[in-house]
């Protein structure tokens, strides 16, 4: 429960600074990928923070709303080559949790050839 406030209260302190956030899962193979991804979206309109894990395939951004959008920053990141499916704030902390405590393992699904 206290979680759940803190992530509504940090979720609202954003909006009411003009700024939105938004997290994707990703289908990233390498760090390679991350550091793409990182040095490409970093200049997009808007972007005021970014957090590419390629290890648990998650996407964070911070954005200003008034400059851009989920939907064109996923566009983003698909015209790179990748999957951009948006997911909910408790879904990218789930899946942060579990690949810290998990590790990384390259025979996972996500890593195979991208279409």
Do not use: P, W
């Not at 879904?91 to 942060?96: D, K, P, R, S």
């Amino acid at each position: 429960m206290i979680l759940m406030i803190g992530a509504f209260s940090s979720q609202s302190f954003a909006q009411k600074k003009g700024k939105s956030e938004v997290y994707f899962k990703s289908n990233m193979d390498c760090a390679k990928c991350e550091t793409t991804l990182n040095e490409y979206l970093k200049f997009e309109k808007g972007v005021k923070d970014l957090k590419i894990d390629h290890a648990s395939n998650t996407i964070y951004v911070e954005y200003k709303s008034k400059k851009n959008s989920d939907a064109e920053l996923a566009k983003a990141i698909e015209k790179k080559g990748y999957k951009a499916e948006k997911i909910s704030e408790e879904e990218y902390q789930e899946i942060v949790a579990h690949t810290k405590k998990q590790g990384h393992a390259h025979g996972v699904e996500v890593h195979k050839e991208r279409e």
